[in-house]
C-alpha cells in the first residue's frame, strides 16, 4: 500500500462551533511523509502545527491540538474524513483557531474528498501494526479503549448515558471503506440541560438545532428553554415531549454512538500512522481516545520502526537457494537464510544464529557474541537483494559497500537468536548507487542499525 494525498484542494467555510466565526479552512495536498499538519493563516508567520497526540492540550467538548501559543480546536471531523479516506498526507490551511462545525458530522469533508479525488504517492504507509493486547481506562469515568491484533482496522462503540432518552447504544465500523456510507453523517449531539453551563464557559457560541442533534431528556418550564433559546439565539420552541428537538431526522436509530465511533477514528488519527488492530471502545470521549493515541505515540517515539511480524510457517519469498543464486557470499559469509518481504523500497531477511556459526568460536569462547560487523555484514547483504531488485538479469550483477555511516548496537546478539533486518532505500537508486537504512529485530527490540551506501556492479 502506497501513501495517499489529495489530487488538488478544496475549501470549506462555516461557522465554527465554539467561537461562532465565520471559517474558512483549505486542505491541500503535502508530499510524503507529511503526515497531517494544520497552518493558522491568520496569524503572523502562518504557523503550523502538527495533528499529532503529543500536541493535545485539550479535549472538553472537542480535540485542540497547540505549539506554543498557536491553538486548533475542534478538528476530530475532518481528521475522521482524511483518516478514514486512507489519506496520509494534507495541510490543512484555516483562518481561525478552530475548524467550522457545519452539519456537525464529517459528511461534507467526505463529499469534497470524493469531488477532488486522491492521488497515490511513492513511499509506502507506514502503519502501525497491534501485536498484542493495549488497554487504556478511566476509572473516574468507566471509560476504556482496548485494541486486539487484527489484519485491519475495525471499531466497535458503545455508549451509556444516564438518560431515559440516550442511554445505552452500540456502532460498528467493520471496514474504513464503509465510513462514507455508515459513519461520516453522523452529527455532533448535545442535551438540553448541558447547554447553559456550556455557554457559561464560553462554548457552543455556534450551536444550533442544524449542526448538531439536540436531547430534551429532562422536563423543564417554558421560560427556561426560551431562555436556553436566547441564549444559543435560535427561536424559540415548544416542546411537548422527551427525545429529540431537531427538525431534521436521525440518520439511524444510533446515531449518537455512531457519532462517537468517529470522533474515536479522528482522534485515532491523531497516531500520525494508519492503524491495523480491531479497537472496542466504551463510553469513549476525547479525553481518553488521545490518552491511547498518546500511549501509541510513545511507542513510535522509543521506536521508530516496528520489528517486521515473522510467521516462520510462511513460505519465503527467496529461500537460501535463490539468494546463493544472486548473491556471490559462501559459507562462513553467507549471513542471510531467507528473504521473507520485499517491496519497492525495502526487504525483510532473516538469519537464524546457531550455536555452530564459526565465529563464535574465538568471539568469546567463554560469552557467544554475534560481533556487530557482521551483523551490518548480513544487513549489507539483505540490501544488496533490494538492490538487484531493481535491474534486469540481476544473476549477473554484484552489489558493494562503498560507505557506512550512524552505525549503532544496542543490544547484544547471542546463538538461539533469530535476526530479522529490514533494509530500506534512503534515496533512488542512482548510476548504480543507493543509501540504505537498515534495522536489525530480535524480536519487538532493535538490535543494531546503521545506514550504508552500496554499488550495483554488472560482472565481468
Known amino acids: ?38 497552518q493558522r493563516t491568520d ?11 503529543e500536541n493535545v492540550v485539550s479535549t472538553e467538548r472537542g480535540t485542540v491540538i497547540a505549539r506554543g501559543d498557536v491553538r486548533i480546536s475542534t478538528i476530530e471531523h475532518a481528521m475522521a474524513a482524511l483518516y478514514a479516506m486512507g489519506i496520509d498526507n494534507c495541510l490543512i490551511r484555516v483562518n481561525a483557531p478552530e475548524m467550522p462545525i457545519l452539519d456537525g458530522s464529517s459528511a461534507v469533508y467526505v463529499e469534497k474528498i470524493k469531488e477532488v479525488g486522491l492521488t497515490e504517492q511513492k513511499a509506502d504507509k507506514d502503519y502501525y501494526v497491534i501485536k498484542q493486547k493495549i488497554e487504556v481506562r478511566d476509572d473516574t469515568t468507566g471509560s476504556s479503549i482496548t485494541v486486539l491484533p487484527d489484519d485491519s482496522l475495525s471499531v466497535d462503540v458503545m455508549v451509556a448515558f444516564k438518560s431515559p432518552v440516550l442511554s445505552n447504544q452500540y456502532a460498528t465500523l467493520e471496514e474504513l471503506d464503509r465510513f462514507d456510507s455508515e459513519i461520516a453523517s453522523s452529527r455532533t449531539f448535545v442535551f438540553v440541560r448541558e447547554i447553559e453551563p456550556l455557554v457559561a464557559n464560553n462554548l457552543i457560541k455556534g450551536g444550533d438545532l442544524d449542526n448538531a442533534i439536540v436531547i430534551y431528556d429532562a422536563p423543564m418550564d417554558k421560560a427556561q428553554l426560551d431562555r436556553i433559546a436566547d441564549l444559543m439565539h435560535v427561536p424559540h420552541k415548544d416542546v411537548n415531549a422527551l427525545g429529540y428537538i431537531n427538525e431534521r431526522p436521525l440518520v439511524a436509530e444510533n446515531e449518537p454512538a455512531r457519532h462517537k465511533l468517529l470522533d474515536l477514528l479522528g482522534d485515532l488519527a491523531l497516531i500520525g500512522r494508519p492503524l491495523r488492530g480491531k479497537v472496542i471502545a466504551n463510553r469513549p470521549g476525547h479525553k481518553i481516545n488521545t490518552t491511547f493515541s498518546k500511549k501509541i505515540r510513545k511507542e513510535i517515539k522509543r521506536q521508530d520502526l516496528q520489528a517486521p511480524a515473522y510467521d516462520p510457517n510462511q513460505t519465503p519469498i527467496m529461500d537460501n537457494n535463490r539468494i546463493r543464486e544472486l548473491l556471490p557470499h559462501r559459507y562462513p ?47 549489507a547483504q539483505t540490501g544488496g537483494l533490494l538492490v538487484l531488485g531493481s535491474v534486469d538479469d540481476p544473476e549477473r550483477y554484484s552489489t558493494y559497500f562503498m560507505k557506512i555511516d550512524n552505525v549503532k548496537f544496542r543490544q547484544k546478539v547471542v546463538p538461539g537468536d533469530t535476526l530479522i533486518f529490514h533494509v530500506s532505500f534512503m534515496t533512488e537508486l542512482r548510476r548504480g548507487c543507493a543509501m540504505m537504512k537498515g534495522y536489525a529485530f530480535v524480536g519487538e527490540k532493535i538490535v543494531c542499525e546503521c545506514e550504508f551506501m552500496a554499488q550495483v556492479v554488472k560482472n565481468k
Open 1 to 38: 500500500m502506497k501513501q495517499i494525498t489529495l489530487s488538488k484542494e478544496f475549501t470549506v467555510k462555516g461557522k465554527g462551533l465554539h467561537t461562532g466565526l465565520e471559517i474558512e479552512a483549505v486542505f491541500t495536498p503535502a508530499p510524503e511523509g507529511h503526515g497531517y499538519k494544520f
Open 43 to 53: 496569524l503572523d508567520g502562518e504557523p503550523t502545527v502538527d495533528a499529532l497526540a
Open 333 to 379: 559469509m553467507l549471513l542471510v537464510d531467507k528473504i521473507i518481504d520485499k517491496g519497492d523500497q525495502y526487504i525483510v531477511g532473516v538469519k537464524n544464529v546457531t550455536t555452530n556459526e564459526p565465529f563464535f568460536t574465538g568471539h568469546f569462547p567463554q560469552e557467544p557474541v554475534m560481533p556487530g560487523v557482521l551483523m551490518v555484514e548480513a544487513m
